[in-house]
């Protein structure tokens, strides 16, 4: 696989700074600062080694064969390029990911109508400041005071409610 030059960073950094917390955006910084000076390093080298005049060190090299070996070494010198073994993996993890963020959109959409049902149904309801007792019990029927079906006692609080506590009044 032949090596591309690298023409400019691939990385939407825009994109990336809108997503970053603010509390990593110095961490971003430093490393956009590292990532743009390896960039100038690379882009300040030729993308192709410079050419020998080999025609100039054979006149000028007095030992016969010596610029001959070292032109043949030169052109078969191959600098090999680094496998990429690692793509393959996070596309599949992107893959992954993505279907994870578009399972976990669904079940907000899904959250967000019944939470928007459930705001609605508070909107429908008559407001407290305006409720008679009989509007709450309708309301809320597990809330209200029953004195009927479910008798209870002053401060009406679930510890005062209990069969022998300290403070309860006595059954009659």
């Known amino acids: 696989m032949a090596a591309r030059r690298i023409a400019q960073s691939s990385v939407n950094w825009a994109a990336l700074a809108e997503r970053v917390p603010p509390n ?3 961490n971003l910084t430093a490393f956009k600062s590292m990532s743009d000076k390896y960039l100038r390093s690379v882009m300040a080298n ?3 080694p410079p050419k020998l005049d080999w025609a100039y060190y054979q006149k000028n090299v007095p030992i016969a064969g010596m610029v001959d070996k070292f032109q043949k070494a030169y052109e078969a010198l191959q600098i090999p390029y680094p ?3 690692v793509t393959a993996q996070v596309e599949a993890q992107e893959k992954q990911v993505r279907e994870e963020i578009s ?3 669904k079940e907000s959409e899904a959250r967000i109508a019944d939470y928007q049902s459930q705001i609605a149904a508070l909107k429908a309801l008559l407001p407290f400041d305006q409720m008679t007792m009989e509007d709450y019990r309708d309301a809320y029927p597990d809330q ?3 004195a009927i079906n479910r008798p209870s006692f002053w401060p009406h609080t679930p510890e005062e409610q209990e069969v ?3 403070n309860a009044e006595p059954h009659h």
């Open 83 to 85: 496998a990429d073994t």
């Open 46 to 48: 030729p993308e192709n």
């Open 164 to 166: 022998g506590a300290p």
């Open 24 to 26: 990593q955006k110095t």
């Open 144 to 146: 209200a005071l029953d």
């Open 103 to 105: 399972k976990f959109c």
